[in-house]
């Protein structure tokens, strides 16, 4: 129930793809928009507290979606071979870019030093620090990575609808746990 | 005999010193002698220090006439450093400094005019370009100091005040009424060629 097997995802694995997603989505939502807050917003300064601490959280989340990647056997990808590769390519590519988004954003506040507190909870120590233009450069990788992540995952979702509705394979209904439409 | 050599030695003292004293000097960036820092009112509760860390310059005085003073003075702005990555990540961007488009703010002076009453004080009138736009400004100097320092060169140091009104400068972005203004601090020590 837990595990994958070779026929089907196990609920771990599906609680962590739609808790990211989630997160990612509204992750980018609350970044885009605590940008146009003001300094005298309520915000200005909540935002990017939930902002930090759910990007923690995804982190987190990530590193061991991967380990539990590595240590469950996964249902072979549906479709013609290009479409196969295309998957694994696509998903690949997802997996770089939630770390790049996220290592830059860590890199942007952390470039002086300071720890980022995850909800008041405990704090996430500074590794690197003090590069030229540290927080500038990050800030842009984090932009723009994280608009390249969204979209591509917008692409990720378009896919899955392809499968279910055109290809009527079972690619979307397996990440809701089950093995047969219907 | 001797009496005359005295005298010539003394006239060549004095034409050696006076000489010695028109002269221009290179701000001591290098070995940071040399401070451009600010302050702004926090929400009107206590005042944030910055600084910017990049910047160049050189002067020009002489201490019998130094109504001839001149100052050029180019400040890399991506420099400015408040001790807080995020806040320096904002104050570089749209809102405040935009470095992208304007990486220069420059000082150059038009006028000096020594007070009356204190010799060692006076104002430095000048041309102040940030954020694209370029103001007269009018800087309160202070002369702080001139001599050989122990490495056998000659130094000669000034600090130096002014009120800017970010809005004159088309940073609009809204810090609250007690941060409308912002202080430069200026401490400049120069060396000379």
Not at chain 1, 45 to 52: A, F, I, M, N, Q
Request: net charge negative.
């Amino acid at each position: 129930m837990f595990r994958n097997t070779s026929k089907r995802y196990g609920l771990v694995s599906i609680l962590i793809h739609w808790l990211s997603a989630l997160i990612v989505f509204g992750l980018f939502a609350l970044g885009w928009w605590m940008l146009t807050l003001t300094y005298y917003d309520q915000w200005y300064r909540l935002g990017p507290w939930w902002h930090k601490s759910f990007g923690t959280c995804l982190l987190i989340l990530t590193v061991l979606r991967v380990l539990w990647v590595m240590a469950n056997p996964k249902p072979a990808a549906l479709g013609n071979r290009i479409e196969v590769i295309g998957a694994k390519l696509g998903h690949a590519l997802l997996y770089l870019l939630l770390f790049t988004v996220m290592i830059s954003g860590y890199l942007i506040s952390t470039a002086d030093g300071s720890s980022i507190s995850v909800f008041d909870l405990f704090s996430v120590p500074a590794t690197l620090t003090d590069l030229p233009s540290q927080e500038d450069i990050a800030g842009e990788v984090h932009w723009y990575s994280a608009l390249a992540l969204v979209i591509l995952a917008g692409g990720h979702g378009l896919a899955a609808l392809k499968h279910h509705f055109i290809n009527q394979d079972t690619t979307l209904v397996r990440m809701f746990g089950k093995t047969e439409r219907k | 005999m001797k009496k005359t050599l005295l005298a010539a030695a003394i006239a060549g003292t004095a034409m050696f010193s006076t000489s010695a004293l028109a002269a221009d000097y290179k701000i001591d960036t290098e070995g940071q002698h040399a401070f451009i820092e600010f302050k702004i009112n926090h929400l009107g509760y206590s005042w944030l220090y910055g600084r910017f860390n990049d910047f160049e310059g050189s002067f020009s005085y002489d201490e019998d006439a130094p109504e001839n003073a001149s100052v050029n003075v180019t400040i890399d702005t991506a420099s400015v450093d408040t001790n807080h990555a995020e806040r320096d990540k904002h104050l570089r961007g749209e809102d405040f400094l935009n470095v992208s488009k304007f990486p220069q703010a420059t000082f150059k002076s038009t006028k000096y005019v020594p007070d009356d009453d204190d010799e060692g004080e006076g104002t430095l009138y000048g041309d102040f370009t940030l954020n694209g736009v370029t103001k007269e400004i009018a800087i309160e100097v202070e002369h702080v100091g001139a001599g050989e320092d122990p490495w056998g060169g000659f130094r000669r140091g000034f600090s130096g005040e002014v009120d800017l009104t970010l809005a004159d400068y088309n940073i609009d972005y809204n810090l609250g009424p007690a941060a409308k203004e912002v202080e430069l601090e200026l401490s400049i020590e120069g060396v000379r060629q």
